[in-house]
């Protein structure tokens, strides 16, 4: 791809997720759509800024201030495992629903492992009655398996790994309002170096 088009890739990329996410704040019965369709933006993103030699991470930091890391890998794991246009009804379920869904069926596509769990998805999202049933139904689906997966989150964060990587973040963050400008600098460095460990270390966590 030609580095002009590349740029221009990466200002219609930007500008569509930036009118997306002033659509999921205006209108919240539109969250899950939406929210799907900026996952497919970044995914297309993350490819452009690669080709660029760029950091994905500080690219989205410093473009998209408002917007957290987690939230960014939320929309992009959604994009990944939700087909809404193979199944259109899975826009009725909520982000928090089809993330809980995205884990307990190891990455695979979520409206197949519905449908080989006998959950109904041939209807519109539009059916309101068919759209209730479908959320109850998932809620119930989901329910006995949450307190296992629970228990597995609470020993994730009891981990060595994480407890030693939240020691680092503390000691890095004291260390940098300590220093000269120059020992700042490269502290600061080794601070955005943990904060993408931790970012990966959550992604792995949450089967990611």
């Known amino acids: 791809m030609p580095k002009s ?21 205006i209108n919240r ?6 929210a799907i369709k900026q996952g497919e933006l970044f995914i297309d993103l993350k490819k452009v800024v690669k080709k660029e030699k760029k950091s994905f991470q500080k690219f989205c930091k410093k473009t998209f201030p408002d917007l957290l ?17 193979e199944h259109p009804a899975l826009s009725a379920l909520s982000q928090n629903q089809l993330n809980r869904l995205i884990i307990l069926n190891g990455k695979s596509d979520v409206g197949k492992y519905l449908e080989d769990n ?3 998805l041939n209807f519109a999202p539009e059916d309101l009655k068919e759209s209730a049933e479908l959320k109850a ?4 689906f989901i329910k006995p398996k ?7 989150e609470k020993k994730i964060k009891s981990s060595p790994a994480n407890i030693a990587l939240q020691t680092v973040h503390k000691w890095a963050g004291k260390k940098i309002a300590a220093q000269s400008p120059l020992q700042k600098k490269t ?20 089967g990611q």
Do not use: C, F, W
């Open 5 to 25: 088009t590349q740029k221009k890739g990466i200002k219609q990329l930007t500008t569509a997720i930036k009118e997306n996410e002033t659509k999921l704040a």
């Open 29 to 34: 019965r539109i969250n899950t759509k939406t």
């Open 69 to 85: 890391p987690k939230t960014i890998q939320r929309y992009m794991l959604l994009a990944r495992h939700v087909d809404v246009g």
């Open 118 to 120: 006998d959950i109904t």
């Open 137 to 140: 139904a998932v809620d119930n």
């Open 146 to 152: 949450q307190k296992s997966a629970t228990t597995s």
């Open 187 to 206: 502290m600061t460095q080794i601070k955005e170096l943990l904060d993408l460990l931790t970012e990966l270390l959550d992604m792995s966590n949450s």
